[in-house]
């Protein structure tokens, strides 16, 4: 009698989460599509898993607490699961559960490797089929929702601001190789993948290149590279610090591909808390710097971080601030009310800020913040602009299609069919929301002839 088929063992589930940062995204999404590639299944968030992996972030002390949460929610929601926890959290060995057991603690320094570490650890089980590099990379991301990629190019970090958990999170700078970011790029975007756009990430994205000692290799050859050797539509730059920029770096804007936004933190106004801070960046550097993008590149976005609170900020140090990001203009802020971090000098330093100043002063920002914003989208009411449409959502007027301007301004478009999603159409910029957080807009022509199969009800 013939041997009854074994039945093919069910696919690992692996469920993949992070907090933080766009560098945590990137890892995530290199761990899916390997995970993918060696023949697991990637979970939806509603869905059992055999394998939970989290990225954690330890940016602020609420952002370690937030992380150690999300683990014990996972643990209950996946009792049965093998845990394997990454990041910064658990970097600084800040991620103890109690009783509730880690199966894999994987540092910032091997996180690339994590996928093969699990499996050495026979978390994954075996006879499971090795990489498949013909997986479909952009499976993993469209299973998510996401309709761009986040590409890892560099990490870690040469300076030692003194505020600063992640250089010491994530230890010294190291950039990929060029060959394997444009392969990345390749693999993830353009092309028939689907994806229009990729997001390029690193902790010292400015400093791309320079610890691999190849002469010219630099974040200006980077992006001519990808320009040249990948058919994205839309290359995107993560945080870059506002030093470092390479030579030529404005010139590479002049390709409509390379997205005209920049998010160059400032981190405060006054240059004797920029020196507190161990920045290498005054004032009136970046007031130049601001200056040279925006007459280089006209239609540039800029927004930025600010630390509120920072130990030992007088009012007068904090009107500084308040003044020079009313006068540079920002199109958004990102506020961070000072977090003593241990293991940084800023968090011994003396005259540390009361919470309650911190928060009216955070509350002050963000008011000026709204204010800035709003100038920022009316300056584009009017224009069109290509968008790239990402999702559909709801408010308060209904339905609508969301995506992002080139600048990185929020749109909405009332009149944007399903199948418009994941796609660049040209929008008509109509005016500000209601909700003063995004631009109305309809299609444009041509795209417009399309608009009347999805008139939203
Ligand atoms: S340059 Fe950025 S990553 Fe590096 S130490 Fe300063 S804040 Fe941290």
Not at 256 to 277: C, E
Request: glycine share 8%.
């Amino acid at each position: 009698m013939a041997a009854r088929p074994v039945p093919a063992a069910a696919p690992l589930s692996v469920r993949l989460e992070t907090l933080g940062c766009r560098l945590n995204e990137a890892e995530l999404e290199a761990w899916a599509r390997q995970f993918r590639g060696r023949g697991c299944r990637i979970a939806g968030a509603d869905e059992p898993a055999d394998l939970v992996v989290v990225n954690t972030c330890a940016v602020t002390a609420e952002a370690t607490r937030k992380s150690r949460g999300l683990l014990r929610r996972l643990k209950r929601r996946h009792p049965a699961a093998r845990l394997v926890v990454s990041g910064c959290a658990a970097s600084l060995a800040d991620v103890d559960l109690g009783d509730a057991r880690i199966d894999l603690v994987v540092d910032n320094a091997d996180k690339d490797r994590l996928v093969e570490l699990a499996a050495a650890a026979q978390l994954l089980p075996p006879g499971l089929p090795g990489p498949d590099p013909d997986a479909d990379a952009a499976e993993t991301l469209f299973a998510r929702g996401r309709q761009r990629a986040f590409v890892k190019v560099q990490d870690g970090c040469r300076y030692q601001c003194t505020f600063c958990i992640t250089t010491v999170a994530r230890g010294a700078e190291r950039s990929r190789p060029l060959a394997d970011i444009v392969a990345e790029v390749n693999a993830v975007a353009g092309g028939d993948t689907g994806v229009q756009e990729v997001v390029l990430t690193g902790v010292q994205l400015g400093g791309y290149g320079r610890d691999q000692g190849v002469a010219g290799l630099d974040l200006a050859r980077l992006i001519h590279t990808l320009l040249a050797e990948t058919d994205v539509p839309r290359i995107r730059l993560g945080s870059v610090e506002p030093w470092d920029l390479p030579a030529g770096f404005w010139r590479l804007f002049k390709d409509p591909r390379l997205m005209p936004h920049l998010h160059l933190p400032l981190q405060s106004g006054a240059d004797s808390v920029l020196t507190r801070m161990a920045r290498r960046c005054r004032s009136a550097e970046f007031r130049a710097l601001v200056g040279a993008a925006r007459a280089a590149v006209p239609d540039i976005g800029i927004s930025t971080d600010i630390i509120v609170g920072f130990p030992g900020e007088t009012d007068a140090q904090w009107q500084a601030t308040m003044d020079l990001v009313a006068e540079l203009g920002f199109g958004q802020l990102h506020i961070f009310p000072y977090s003593p971090r241990a293991g940084t000098r800023a968090a011994t330093m003396p005259a540390q800020v009361p919470e309650p100043v911190k928060r009216e002063r955070a509350r002050q920002l963000a008011e000026l913040g709204a204010v800035l914003r709003a100038a920022s989208l009316d300056a584009r009411v009017g224009r069109t602009l290509p968008v790239l449409i990402e999702g559909e959502q709801e408010d308060a007027a209904g339905r609508y299609a969301g995506g992002f301007t080139p600048d990185y301004l929020p749109v909405r478009l009332r009149n944007a069919p399903p199948e418009l999603v994941g796609r660049i159409a040209p929008a008509r910029l109509l005016a500000r929301s209601a909700d003063d957080a995004a631009l109305e807009a309809c299609l444009a022509p041509p795209a417009a002839a399309l608009s009347h199969k999805g008139d939203r009800q």
